[in-house]
């Protein structure tokens, strides 16, 4: 019997790709225009060589580091010759105010998760992300009193598919791992590391499309819904 859905947050509860390069292009401009008066281009550049130095340096170690907008930036700073001390935390909060007041969750999510709490089922987040911003997206995405648990990878210290995040909020909820439907956008993340940690896993569609694996699908929640209602 199902007890509790877990979700992956990023681009399964909101469309997180999208709003992201949309908030990178308006910083970059800001940047450019209004901080540095340099070529955006040079800015665009430099913020994605920053970016994967980053990624290139800590992505082996599994750190959720790895993806902190801070480092980007400051990175970014340093290759334009520019003191972080000065701008890094102006840049940062700018693109996370901007990417902030973009986002929203998919449509039915919301009344999925109501009527999900409605039949008891506990609702957890398991996410790859720094914790500080996952629960200022939650915050704003109007979820706060809905969730019962969340794990993130900077507090588990292992990245998906590692197992131990799936055990990890498992625990936190109080369930068995066979007792927990785990939806999520990454099939090598999310749908193989829910499965390897004896999970149910929905591979959620919105941004991608399926390939051949034998896995349950859906592209919405309304599919979901009926993927649900079969297994409680």
């Not at 292992?158 to 956008?185: Q, S, T």
Request: hydrophobic share 40%; with cysteine; charged share 30%.
């Amino acid at each position: 019997m199902i007890k509790a859905i877990v979700f992956d947050l990023d681009d399964t509860l909101y469309d997180c790709l999208h709003e992201n390069d949309k908030a990178v292009d308006d910083t970059v401009r800001y940047v450019a225009n209004e901080l540095l008066h340099m070529d955006e281009d040079v800015v665009r550049k430099a913020f994605e060589e920053g970016r994967d130095t980053v990624k290139s340096q800590l992505s082996e170690w599994d750190m959720a580091a790895q993806h902190n907008r801070v480092l980007y930036f400051q990175k970014m700073l340093e290759l334009l010759d520019v003191s972080p001390f000065k701008y890094d935390l102006q840049v940062y909060n700018y693109f996370w105010d901007n990417f902030l007041n973009r986002i929203s969750l998919f449509p039915e999510a919301l009344k999925f998760i109501d009527d999900a709490r409605a039949l008891g089922i506990k609702i957890g987040i398991c996410t790859d992300m720094t914790a500080h911003i996952q629960f200022r997206k939650i915050d704003r995405l109007g979820l706060t009193d809905r969730l019962d648990a969340m794990i993130t990878s900077e507090e588990a210290g292992v990245e998906k598919p590692n197992r131990r995040m799936f055990d990890m909020i498992a625990e936190k909820l109080g369930v068995k791992n066979e007792e927990v439907i785990y939806v999520g956008d990454s099939y090598k993340k999310d749908v193989t590391g829910a499965k390897n940690a004896g999970m149910t896993p929905v591979w959620y569609l919105s941004l991608h499309d399926k390939t051949d694996e034998d896995v349950l699908a859906v592209s919405d929640y309304t599919e979901l819904r009926d993927i649900v209602n079969k297994a409680i």
